[in-house]
């Protein structure tokens, strides 16, 4: 039996941002979209502002995403209703904003949707410490939601800062490259799962997660073509999931998510 605790997955697909080829990334519009065409698992990028609201947003600048610059940690959380974050995408989502952590768990649990947190640290002036503190009083004031959360980052101290807080909580390990250090990190953060890149899969890793009882999951996956290379090179059991931009393209009958 895994030793550290395992967040459940009804299904293999886990919508990246939502369904972000289709909608605004880290929007209610894409979630949305995602939860409509069937997925129960989502995936979305957690950071914190200058007045320890957490908002759902990847990149360290709004540039890209909204109608608005600078630096994201800069905001408040009175300044989130100006800002588009639609526009940028299509019209069609003009109006779209930037959503806080708090009502997005909500989102989760009404839809009965389970969620993959990825907490961004490097895009913020924070610390570990005090990201940790004022992220884990949210889940815990939310306790309902533990059950559907998995937590996940690329800051192996951030990481190391959550689980001393919040030892119930699934976290997954979160790499572009597999290190030679990833399984003693994964080890003394109690990790139950390992997220990495594609292009960093091997047989000798996938057997080595499943030799040490860990869940290994794979981004980004959008296409037909590169999922049935990766199945054809390992088999598809030994995959615990797959984030993808794209949901739609593999999904034929939700039953089929099943594991």
Known sequence: MPKFPIAPLPAPLIAHRGYSSKAPENTYASFELAYQSGVRWLETDVQIISDNTFVLFHDEHLDRCTDMSGMVSNLTHAKLPLIDAGSWFSQEYAGEQIPVLEDFLN???????????????????????????HF?????????????????????????????????VPIAYLAEEHAPDAFDK???????????AFQALSKQLVSDCLSRDIALRVYTVNSIKLLASL???????????????????????????DL
């Open 107 to 133: 989102f989760v649990l009404t839809r009965n949707l389970y969620v993959n947190l990825e907490l961004k640290l490097e895009n913020s002036n924070a610390d570990p410490v005090h990201y940790a503190k």
């Open 136 to 168: 884990v009083k949210i889940l815990q004031s939310n306790a309902e939601i533990l059950p559907r959360v998995l937590l996940s980052s690329f800051d192996y101290q951030l990481l190391v800062a959550v689980r001393s807080r919040l030892p119930e």
């Open 186 to 196: 994964i080890n003394n953060i109690q990790a139950s799962s390992y997220h990495i």
């Open 231 to 257: 199945l054809k090179f390992i088999e598809p059991m030994r995959i615990s999931g797959f984030f993808t931009d794209d949901p739609l393209i593999f999904i034929t009958d939700p039953s089929e998510q």
